[in-house]
């Protein structure tokens, strides 16, 4: 029991932070608790520290909102912890889509369908299309277009009031992942994944590669749900400094013989790495 808890550590508590999140939003809606107020894209914490999220705020500014100084220092303060640990460690810590991308991949590869069903293949920059496309359009139709539509929001919604239909979309991410592409909807879709990335390129928080301890079994591939970042695994020792990392943390957990690890990572060392 011990070495299963050890091993799966990151994905138990992933898990449990996006459990006890969407909890704690469902019982301060239900009882009127002031610990948290809002969504997951604009929320106040004990009732006077402000969240809000960079990419919705964006869209609202387009569309042309007037952004108001607590919502700048609610940005400032998820900007300060995406500068740390990464813009998209939201995809797989906070946001309740993974658990419905991942476990569509977990079916995949217990059916081995991952090199089976890619049948509509397509670019993973396709999203940071996308963000260009929810900004135009959130401007065209002066309201934030993405939010509208966001089976993030929609999610997070639907667990707090009710889905009624939004579990349509859920579910369309589910089979869409499941039959046609892998990480479809997550890894070359997902907007909000992809401007994320970019504020969070530079983290301080990095996962790294020992290509001494490498024994290349290949199953860092298999769960990785933005393989590209991988390409020089078992070549040499290196900083996954990919901007597209999510810190879900499963290659440490699936690698047997311990070659990544998480480390903070200076600026300075990312920059010379990079260079």
Same mark, same amino acid.
């Given at each position: 029991?011990?070495?299963?808890?050890?091993?799966?550590?990151?994905?138990?508590?992933?898990?449990?932070? %996006?459990?006890?999140?969407? &909890?704690?939003? +469902?019982?301060?809606?239900?009882?009127?608790?002031?610990?948290?107020?809002?969504?997951?894209?604009?929320?106040?914490?004990? &009732? /006077?520290?402000?969240?809000?999220?960079?990419?919705?705020?964006?869209?609202? +500014?387009?569309?042309?909102?007037?952004?108001?100084?607590? #919502?700048?220092?609610?940005?400032?303060?998820?900007?300060?912890?995406?500068?740390?640990?990464?813009?998209?460690?939201?995809?797989?810590?906070?946001?309740?889509?993974?658990?419905?991308?991942?476990?569509?991949?977990?079916?995949?590869? @217990?059916?081995?369908? %991952?090199?089976?069903?890619?049948?509509?293949? $397509?670019?993973?920059?396709?999203?940071?299309?996308? #963000? !260009?496309?929810?900004?135009?359009?959130?401007?065209?139709?002066?309201? !934030?277009? /993405?939010?509208?539509?966001?089976?993030?929001?929609?999610?997070?919604?639907?667990?707090?009031?009710? $889905?009624?239909?939004?579990? +349509?979309?859920?579910?369309?991410?589910?089979? $869409?992942?499941? /039959?046609?592409?892998?990480?479809?909807?997550?890894?070359?879709?997902?907007?909000? &994944?992809? /401007?994320?990335?970019?504020?969070?390129?530079?983290?301080?928080?990095?996962?790294?590669?020992?290509?001494? @301890?490498?024994?290349?079994?290949?199953?860092? +591939?298999?769960?990785?749900?933005?393989?590209?970042?991988?390409?020089?695994?078992?070549? @040499?020792?290196?900083?996954?400094?990919? @901007?597209?990392?999510?810190?879900?943390?499963?290659?440490?957990?699936?690698?047997?013989?311990? !070659?990544?690890?998480?480390?903070?990572?200076?600026? !300075?060392?990312?920059?010379?790495?990079?260079?």
């Amino acid at each position: 029991m011990s070495d299963f808890l050890f091993r799966y550590r990151y994905y138990l508590a992933r898990r449990t932070t %996006q459990i006890l999140l969407l &909890g704690t939003y +469902f019982l301060a809606n239900l009882y009127g608790w002031s610990i948290v107020s809002g969504n997951l894209s604009s929320s106040v914490v004990f &009732g /006077f520290i402000p969240l809000s999220e960079p990419f919705a705020t964006l869209q609202m +500014f387009f569309a042309g909102a007037v952004i108001s100084a607590d #919502i700048l220092l609610g940005i400032l303060v998820v900007l300060f912890f995406y500068g740390i640990i990464g813009g998209r460690f939201f995809c797989s810590w906070v946001c309740p889509v993974n658990i419905v991308t991942e476990t569509a991949a977990a079916i995949r590869r @217990k059916l081995k369908l %991952q090199d089976k069903t890619n049948a509509l293949p $397509f670019s993973r920059n396709i999203r940071y299309w996308f #963000i !260009a496309l929810a900004l135009i359009l959130s401007f065209v139709f002066s309201l !934030a277009a /993405f939010e509208m539509i966001s089976p993030i929001g929609i999610a997070h919604r639907g667990i707090i009031f009710g $889905f009624g239909f939004g579990w +349509f979309s859920l579910v369309a991410i589910f089979l $869409f992942d499941l /039959f046609s592409q892998k990480y479809g909807w997550c890894g070359h879709i997902c907007p909000l &994944g992809g /401007f994320n990335a970019l504020i969070g390129k530079y983290s301080l928080i990095k996962v790294t590669h020992d290509a001494t @301890k490498c024994v290349h079994s290949l199953k860092c +591939f298999l769960v990785c749900p933005e393989v590209e970042i991988l390409e020089l695994v078992g070549k @040499k020792s290196h900083i996954i400094s990919a @901007k597209e990392c999510i810190k879900c943390a499963r290659c440490i957990e699936v690698c047997d013989s311990g !070659a990544f690890k998480v480390s903070i990572v200076t600026l !300075a060392k990312q920059l010379k790495e990079g260079a």
